[in-house]
């Protein structure tokens, strides 16, 4: 299942600019609605040379699911908020670019303050949800038996200790939990607590700053799974239309060794704390995200259900390990090659084959 990510940001941002960047196409809204949705292909250089290599039937790279709901979060309800509410994480876009035949709703463009404003959208849109959930465990309590009221009260309870965080600007991110606790709130899905990257979007005049400009922002706005990042929207969309020798070129231009959507997605995948590890061979080099830390019995999981439950063993090889003995004979050859068991953590970068029966 690809990595899904909401894209929000107020008014003439560059929401949809960067929605067009990260998936190479321009934005085409559902029937009926302003909703955009679209794959990105997570760029990878070592799958890159694994085909190469292998020269296999199909090549799979690991993808991300964005969206664009195409309205700021606080003029969306119902179907579209759910929608928001189910990705892995937020990409805030902001405004740092000036364009006078682009106005700013606010006259006047000013990263910092939207950015702020971004978070009281979040906020709000918690506060309503849990407003709307004491309404009803007030009801609950009124026709709760007495071996209920202790689970509903302490429910109540939390609600209202995040309520009051809210209040006082905290996001959920940043509010201490027990594991009771996220376990109890999991339903609840709210936008504060997701993890949350901020796009600056800035002019092509200020890619020479990118650096002062990240260090500027994230010494003003860090917080607990929380990253900010600075690139031009326009520009990237602009390359993302283009070959890749053309891209290239106009990039060495600019100075920049990397697209915008490799900085996002690196970006993203350290908030959320992932991973990559390949399976290759001549019928497919594939690329699976799986968060740090998983076992490689679970890392199996990720490829078939029937795998991670008839696993018996994964062959093992770090991929630098791999590149450097040129084959699978020759790396085994060398004793890099391992056996690992279930328990095994996977690391990033480890070409896997596993073993199983069912």
């Known amino acids: 299942m690809a990595l899904s990510i909401g894209i929000i940001g107020l008014s003439m941002s560059g929401r949809t600019t960067i929605f067009e960047a990260a998936t190479g196409a321009a934005a085409a809204a559902r029937p009926g609605e302003s909703v955009h949705i ?16 292998f020269k296999p039937v199909k090549t799979t790279f690991a993808e991300v699911k964005y969206l664009d709901l195409g309205a700021s979060v606080k003029n969306i309800g119902g179907e579209a908020l759910r929608e928001l509410s189910a990705m892995d994480e937020l990409v805030s876009v902001v405004r740092a670019f000036k364009d006078e035949s682009v106005p700013h709703p606010q006259l006047t463009v000013d990263a910092a303050r939207d950015i ?21 465990i007030e009801q609950s309590l009124k026709a709760a038996k007495a071996t209920e009221r ?23 991110r940043d509010v201490e939990l027990t594991e009771e606790e996220e376990k109890s709130l999991a339903g609840y899905q709210f936008l504060s607590a997701k993890p949350l990257l901020t796009v600056i ?5 200020d890619l020479p700053n990118v650096d002062r400009i990240e260090k500027e922002f994230t010494a003003k706005f860090s917080g607990n799974k929380r990253r900010l990042i600075a690139i031009c929207g326009k520009l990237e969309a602009e390359l993302a239309t283009m070959d890749a020798a053309s891209a290239a070129e ?7 060794s990397e697209t915008g959507l490799s900085r996002t997605i690196r970006a993203s995948y350290a908030l959320l704390d992932l991973i990559s590890f390949f399976t290759a061979g001549p019928d497919e080099c594939r690329a699976w995200s799986i968060t740090a830390g998983t076992n490689a019995q679970f890392a199996a999981g990720k490829i078939h259900s029937d795998i991670q439950r008839g696993f018996i063993r994964a062959e093992i090889v770090a991929y630098d390990d791999f590149i450097r003995a040129g084959s699978l004979a020759e790396a085994k050859r060398q004793g890099v090659l391992r056996l690992e068991g279930k328990t095994y953590i996977m690391k990033d970068g480890d070409i896997a084959n596993f073993l199983f029966n069912v």
Not at 118 to 124: S, V
Not at 155 to 171: M, S, T
């Open 116 to 136: 702020e404003a971004m978070n009281l959208e979040l906020t709000f849109s918690d506060l309503a949800i849990i407003e709307r959930r004491l309404g009803k």
């Open 201 to 205: 979007n800035i002019g092509e005049e």
């Open 38 to 53: 679209g794959i990105a292909k997570v760029p990878d250089a070592r799958i890159d040379k694994l085909s190469a290599m």
């Open 250 to 256: 106009f990039r060495a231009d600019y100075g920049l």
């Open 150 to 172: 202790p689970k509903i009260l302490a429910e109540q309870e939390l609600i209202n200790r995040l309520k009051g965080e809210l209040e006082k600007d905290i996001p959920l």
